[in-house]
């Protein structure tokens, strides 16, 4: 096996295992019992989008795919911060 063929197959490998990540969250985000069961999700699905975007850019080669990730994250670590917030205190800014 070469290391193009290698590459490819690790990389399916990895995007199938994302994929069965995020669908697995989404069910845990719609089951949850608690919501902080359903905040996890969501961070848990932010983060898979984040290793999703990833093997997309390493699987095409280009770079502009990791700057999207980074605001991904960024976004998503907003998000999930305003969103205990909210549910702990009742509003987000005080």
């Known amino acids: 096996m070469t290391a193009p063929e290698f590459l490819s197959l690790a990389l399916t490998i990895v995007f199938v295992s994302l994929v069965i990540g995020q669908i697995l969250s989404m069910v845990r985000l719609v089951l949850g019992p608690t919501s902080g069961d359903r905040i996890l999700a969501l961070d848990t699905m932010v983060i ?14 280009a770079q502009i795919y990791f700057e999207v990730s980074l605001l991904i994250a960024m976004l998503g670590f907003v998000s999930t911060v305003a969103l205990a917030r909210f549910i702990l205190r009742g509003d987000i800014i005080e």
């Open 48 to 61: 898979n989008a984040i290793g999703l975007v990833v093997v997309l850019g390493i699987s095409q080669g």
